[in-house]
């Protein structure tokens, strides 16, 4: 890391004490000293300010709540500051085996250059790598141990597939596992040149270039990569001369033997924006996606992350229980969530409770409610099979109406709260027996027919939205 003089070190002391002059008017006496009392002055990274924190818990909970206003006020004292870095003092906090101990979190817009005149290329393309975004941070469960083991082959010599294309719902894990990728790679030989960037800043450098007529050396800088990593592929989708030129930097690297792994929140088929060649050469590899996460996954991740704040706050396990089966949604929120009750915890000098935790959230579970009805359902399970609602509640038997009929039933005892008999009233008046019998076949069914399985899961995950 290059630091400045001692000159301008010593304008950026006085700076950051007219920051903390600032932010202690603007923040409660409680919240200043919890969250950004503890904050030192580093130094200057480039045109970023170095903060140091004692703890990664710190680190995530200020880089998500204060990092914003604190970079405005840097950029109100001193306008040449661009942003902030956050970083874990060494020695205070576990860290990833392989990663350096400064390595910072980098925060907001990273490849924003000051001002919005794009300057030309620099030779540093890709983006930073969260420290955080480990192999062994990972948890592997049902739904993601595919993409999993992938990435780890990929991170290994020779692997056997080329590109690794991965691909899952927001906040599952595939930037996290791109960036592990990284790290293994780089701590293995650091020699071997990573380059990892999102789809935006791809098109963002390549359209740099052309305004700097400098295609050449933004083709030699992708084209010199030994592993390229893009995330986030289905924002390339539209832009003809981006996408030209993304082909042709794949090709290109691909010809050489080099390695590719792209991410994006749909497989490539499903691609619809991006040209049928690219759709398809896309997915000559191996195509790995990351299903919605399964309530032991969820649990598991609660566990570890959990396992990470140990020192300042214990979470009984009733509570991650709690947390696992109420936040479904995806990982962010999961860890977000479980970031709020800690915090909370640590704020007020409140132990965490089952009681706590749902003060604590009673927003965000609210909007995880949505109470699924029994209508909800039929109309849904109809509009999927093609078949009319009145079937839902006819006396037919043929195996087209009886089936959806019976994963009707299977979801609203799994949605709803209500009873067996409840049920079968609201499907033309059936009697409480049969409705059992639905539900054993339907659960024996998923175990031998993943369509059916898969059906299911989509249309539960349609219904709680
Ligand atoms: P995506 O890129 O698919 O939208 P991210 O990789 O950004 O999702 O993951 C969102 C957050 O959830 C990150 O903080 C990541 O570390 C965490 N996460 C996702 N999956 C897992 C997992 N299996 N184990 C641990 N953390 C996970
Ligand atoms: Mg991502």
Known sequence: MHLHSKSVTYDLDEHWSQVQGLLRTEFDDTAYRTWLAPLDLIGLE????????????????????????????????NPRVCGIALTVKPGSSVRPAGVAATAPTLLGPAPAPCDAAPQPLDGDIGAPLDPRFTFDNFVVGKSNNLAFAAARRVAAPEPPFNPLFLYGGVGLGKTHLMHAI???????????????LSAEKFM????????????????????????????????????????????????????????????????????????????SRLGWGLVADIQPTTYELRLGILQSKAQEF?????????????LAHRITSNVRELEGALNRV????????????LEMAQDVLRD????????????????????????????????????????????????????????????????????????????????????TDPV??????????????
């Open 182 to 196: 990284a790290w293994q790679i780089r701590a293995q030989n650091p020699r071997r040149k990573v380059v990892y």
């Open 310 to 322: 140990v020192r300042e706050a214990r979470v009984p396990d009733n509570v991650l229980a709690f």
């Open 452 to 465: 059916l399985s898969e059906d299911i899961e989509a249309l539960r995950r349609l219904l709680q939205g």
């Open 46 to 77: 480039g045109d970023r300010v170095l903060l140091g924190v004692p703890t990664r818990f710190l680190r995530d909970w200020v880089a998500a709540h204060y990092a914003d206003r604190i970079r405005a006020l840097w950029r109100c004292v």
């Open 342 to 353: 800690v915090a909370q915890a640590i704020l007020v000098g409140r132990a965490i409770t």
């Open 364 to 447: 965000l579970l609210r909007a995880h409610e949505r109470r699924v009805t029994i209508e909800d359902i039929q109309k849904l399970v109809a509009e999927h099979y093609r078949i009319r609602i009145a079937d839902m509640h006819s006396a037919r038997r043929a195996r087209a109406v009886a089936r959806p009929r019976q994963v009707a039933m299977y979801l609203a005892k799994q949605l709803t709260p209500r009873s067996l008999p409840e049920i079968g009233r609201k499907f033309g008046g059936r009697d409480h027996t049969t409705v059992m019998h639905a539900i054993r076949k339907i659960e024996e069914l998923r175990s």
């Open 204 to 279: 963002y450098q390549f359209i740099k270039a052309l305004r700097f007529k400098d295609t050449m050396s933004f083709k030699e800088l992708f084209r010199s990569a030994d592993v390229l990593m893009v995330d986030d592929v289905q924002f390339i989708g539209g832009k003809e001369s981006t996408q030209e030129e993304f082909f042709h930097t794949f090709n290109a690297l691909a010809d050489r033997g080099r390695q590719i792994v792209v991410s994006s929140d749909r497989s490539p088929a499903e691609l619809t924006g991006l040209e049928e060649r690219i759709r």
